[in-house]
């Protein structure tokens, strides 16, 4: 590996290298030729463009929310096939927009990226690659997206005895069938919500193994009607009637976040308390036994998780091959599961749908992994200092660099919604470094700071509700310093507003001195 160079003698390969080339690298890419940069790379260690749509194929797989919603307002596509869509036609409209925009070749498949080092010398990022190789970029932008790794290996005795067929939800087998076979789904998640009812009738037995109940919701989908489709294609139409359902959200968000203290402490149980005799119910109305009813009624609140759409999961238990299974696991067997209380139940195929390690979680951050300047060390930083981002991109100590999902991020709408979000705030910063011919541009630690400690002032509301009502629901909106990261305490047009009018001097900005200072935006090389 070439060592830093003298102030001003190496050039970077890129002016900005994009890490993960799922929707956030492809927003990203799309957002920054907006202002005229083109002279990017973006860098993933798949095969293609999608990032998780491209690994999770399972079956049923789909959206979790409707389509108007999950798309970019700047590709709306009128002829989905389904209100929530399902994954393949989520995949291909994701690649459509990536070859369109012509990012497949500026884009390196199959490089996996094990260390970002700033060369403070040379103002660029060095990203060191498996393989030893070495990819230098002015800029780096992280679009390594919510779900960073799945939780492949629980920590479930005996796991590595079991002879039969392992399989989790983003590494599916397709060639196994499962006809006839005595089948094991450990999680209640998202995934098991899709997996289970698409599976139930070719096995001979399932058994979901639950540890923590969740609230499942109603999911209204059905095809899109050609009527449907043919009027979607009015300028307008689309997103109108995205803004009405945000509009929506809006206000519900500024009742969460500014309703007085006082009243939301109050108002807070009455509402949890209604929500969960509506949920009995609607698991009256769904699941026949009362035993499982009684298993599946949650023991927090409705707004603990994202929730999960599980209007076809719910039946699966009317089936007579079908078993809830609350027990807690013990141990596994070469072909089987044994329970705390001793039941072993034979399978011959374990699904493991254990969830993800989320951007939000402070152990998702490895050290050494991020190195910034003077040595800043951004996986000790969250660990220790608890995770924190100016606007939920930027860190101080890593000049030059971005996160299109940091802390604080989510504004309880579709991803999309908070890529294009990120990317208002992350082409401010980098338009205004390349205007004053900046080659490094951070930003201030005390900007961070004030920042940080607004949104904690902001949040009381919802940090008073997700450790309180929370309490048991094993959420990711609760992280392991009992921090609340997940969620930004913030309404849409707030969120929106403050991303792209924050002061400017709130970064520091410098450059090399054997660099030629830009006056205006020129248009960069492309590769």
């Not at 160079?5 to 920054?32: D, R, T």
């Not at 002879?163 to 939800?169: A, K, S, Y």
């Not at 923590?212 to 307008?236: E, N, S, V």
């Not at 860190?395 to 604080?408: I, K």
Request: charged share 20%; glycine share 10%.
């Amino acid at each position: 590996m070439p060592g830093p160079s003298a102030p001003g003698q190496e050039k970077p390969q890129f002016e900005v290298a994009i890490i993960g080339a799922g929707a956030g690298g492809i927003c990203a890419a799309i957002k920054l030729a907006e202002i005229g940069v083109t002279d990017i790379v973006l860098v993933d260690r798949a095969a293609d463009f999608g990032g998780t749509w491209l690994f999770n194929t399972y079956p049923g797989v789909g959206a979790d929310l409707p389509t108007l919603a999950y798309q970019f307002s700047f590709a709306r596509k009128h002829d989905w096939q389904r209100f929530f869509a399902s994954g393949k036609e989520i995949q291909d409209y994701h690649v459509g927009l990536a070859h369109r925009a012509g990012l497949a070749g500026k884009t390196l498949f199959g490089t996996d990226i094990v260390k970002e080092e700033w060369d403070e010398a040379n103002h660029l990022w060095r990203l060191h690659i498996s393989d030893g190789g070495q990819v230098t970029a002015r800029f780096v932008i992280s679009a390594v997206g919510a779900y960073l790794r799945p939780k492949d290996r629980p920590a479930i005795p005996g796991l590595d005895e079991f002879r039969g067929e392992v399989m989790i939800p983003s590494r599916w087998n397709h060639d196994y069938d499962f006809t006839g076979k005595r089948v094991a789904i450990v999680g209640v998640g998202s995934s098991t919500v899709q997996i289970a009812p698409a599976i139930a009738d070719a096995v001979a037995s399932l058994d979901v193994y639950q540890r923590t109940t969740q609230w499942y919701f109603p999911k209204p989908d059905f095809r899109m009607a050609r009527w449907m489709q043919q009027a979607l294609r009015i300028p307008g139409l689309s997103a109108l009637l995205h803004g009405v359902a945000l509009a929506g959200v809006e206000v519900g968000l500024r009742g969460l976040v500014y309703a007085p203290n006082r009243l939301f402490r109050a108002g807070s149980w009455p509402v949890d308390a209604g929500a969960r005799a509506l949920y009995r119910g609607w698991l009256r109305y769904k699941v026949r036994d009362p035993r499982v009813r009684a298993e599946l009624v949650p023991g927090y609140g409705p707004g603990c998780t994202r929730g999960t759409l599980g209007g076809d999961y719910l039946p699966i238990f009317n089936r007579p091959n079908v078993d809830l299974i609350t027990d807690p696991i013990a141990r596994i067997s070469s072909d089987a599961i044994v329970s705390a209380d001793g039941t072993r139940r034979p399978i011959d195929a374990l699904v493991l749908a254990t969830g993800y390690e989320v951007f939000s979680d402070p152990e998702s951050y490895r050290e050494g992994t991020v190195v910034g300047a003077n040595g800043f060390d951004l996986g000790a930083f969250f660990n220790a200092e608890g995770l924190q981002a100016y606007h939920s991109t930027a860190v101080a100590g890593l000049p030059n660099r971005w996160m299109m999902v940091g802390p604080y991020s989510w504004t309880g709408t579709a991803f999309h919604y908070i890529l294009e979000n990120a990317m208002r705030n992350i082409n401010r910063a980098i338009d205004t470094a390349r205007t004053r011919g900046a080659t490094r541009t951070e930003v201030r630690r005390e900007a961070q700071q004030r920042y940080h400690a607004m949104l904690m002032r902001r949040g009381r509301n919802l940090a008073y509700y997700f450790s309180v009502h929370c309490a048991g629901s094993n959420t990711y909106f609760v992280n392991s310093q009992g921090d609340s990261p997940y969620v930004r305490p913030s309404s849409l047009v707030q969120s929106r507003r403050e991303g792209v009018t924050y002061p400017l001097d709130d970064y520091t900005y410098a450059t090399l001195p054997a660099t030629a200072t830009r006056s205006e935006h020129a248009a960069p090389a492309t590769v």
